[in-house]
């Protein structure tokens, strides 16, 4: 499909090609291990084990790599089974890789107590701040890790700012869409040489599947990350493929509701006298403001914010909510809330990535936008 066509057609159309037998519009789930070859070596459309290769995971990959606007998309049993798969492509013992001081604490796990046993070095910077990156660089720096917006505490990096960095220092850098999703944010068009995506949550979007995915542009990286894909194996199986493809054609309908609620909460909790900071790049006063929205869309559906009253307080916050479910992981079309510090980061708790003890982290569903507030002031009291 044509590259030109608008993103919501993309989304809905991109490797969603009719079934050739039978005509189904949307691609069946290639439920197998195995391909009748014509012949020793004769693949039928190149497909001989599905771990190397799926009809629904190529669905999707070939989807992916639209919406990002990119060569290729992979797609993997989760976000970090990708992460993991791009670390060892890009790195070998003795490399070094800026990664930044806020970001989910599964990605901060995979680098301080697995990667680091690989002879992979480290060092922590504040990715909004270019100059920060800039001195964070050493001459075995081989990757700078950006998320954007960041995991929990919502902080922008300047992706083009952060690129030229990197092409500078001979580096490639990594994108996390997943906070933003494509269609809110192109990385790859901003100066990004992969983008990562937890395809567990806005993407799938409906709290029903696990995946991750890697999009890229170089042809020869992406020719690496393809066979490492297929020697390591963590691959998306065919069902978990097909929801995925599945929730990224409400993609954009859904994310425009989730930035139009965020946008509500977010005027609810400033105006609260028991929330004492609201961290939100959709807000003015955000650090990051102007530069999300030169790099953004929309502002999207996760909110953070600090409670009076420290810790207790926080976690008093997510008990009483109704509404909001208290659970980890975002993106779905139900609302969900956690405290990071306890629940998603406690993997940071001690190290530079540890997140405020009073922050409670919103994942603002598609519900009716008052039944959100509500059941919110209910919860703070």
Request: proline share 5%; aromatic share 6%.
């Amino acid at each position: 499909m044509s590259d030109q066509h608008s993103f919501e057609t993309l989304a809905i159309h991109a490797g969603n090609t009719a079934d050739p037998l039978t005509g189904a519009v949307v691609p069946p789930i290639y439920q197998v291990s195995t391909y009748k070859q014509d012949g020793v070596g004769g693949l039928r459309g190149g497909y001989e084990y599905s771990r190397s290769a799926n009809p629904t995971r190529t669905a999707l990959e070939e989807n992916l790599a639209a919406l990002e606007g990119g060569r290729r998309g992979l797609a993997f049993a989760s976000g970090l089974a990708a992460e993991d798969c791009l670390l060892r492509t890009l790195l070998t013992p003795g490399d070094h890789v800026v990664i930044p001081n806020d970001a989910y604490g599964g990605t901060f796990r995979l680098f301080a107590k697995v990667a680091s046993r690989w002879g992979v070095e480290f060092s922590v910077a504040d990715t909004s701040d270019v100059a920060a990156v800039r001195a964070a660089m050493t001459p075995r720096t081989k990757a700078i890790w950006v998320e954007t917006p960041s995991n929990p505490l919502l902080g922008i990096t300047d992706i083009a700012a952060v690129a030229d960095v990197a092409r500078t220092a001979g580096a490639r850098l990594v994108v996390d869409n997943t906070f933003a999703s494509p269609y809110l944010q192109q990385p790859l068009a901003l100066g990004a040489d992969v983008v990562v995506h937890s395809t567990t949550k806005y993407m799938g979007g409906h709290s029903d599947v696990v995946g991750g995915a890697l999009i890229v542009n170089d042809p020869d990286l992406s020719d690496e990350l393809a066979y490492h894909q297929n020697a390591m194996g963590a691959v998306a199986g065919p069902f978990d493929a097909w929801l995925v493809l599945r929730g990224i054609k409400t993609l954009a309908v859904r994310m425009d509701r989730h930035s139009e609620n965020a946008t509500k909460v977010t005027d609810l909790l400033t105006r609260h006298p028991k929330v004492t900071q609201v961290l939100y790049p959709g807000l003015p006063e955000h650090r990051g403001h102007e530069i999300a929205a030169k790099q953004m869309k929309a502002f999207g559906g996760m909110v953070s914010f600090r409670v009076a009253g420290g810790e207790e307080a926080a976690v008093e916050v997510c008990n009483r909510a109704k509404l909001f479910t208290l659970g980890e992981s975002l993106g779905g079309v139900e609302s969900l809330l956690e405290h990071p510090g306890r629940m998603t980061h406690a993997s940071a708790a001690g190290s530079p990535l540890e997140v405020p003890a009073d922050l409670v982290r919103l994942s603002v569903g598609i519900e009716n936008g008052d039944d959100l507030l509500a059941d919110l002031t209910q919860a703070l009291g």
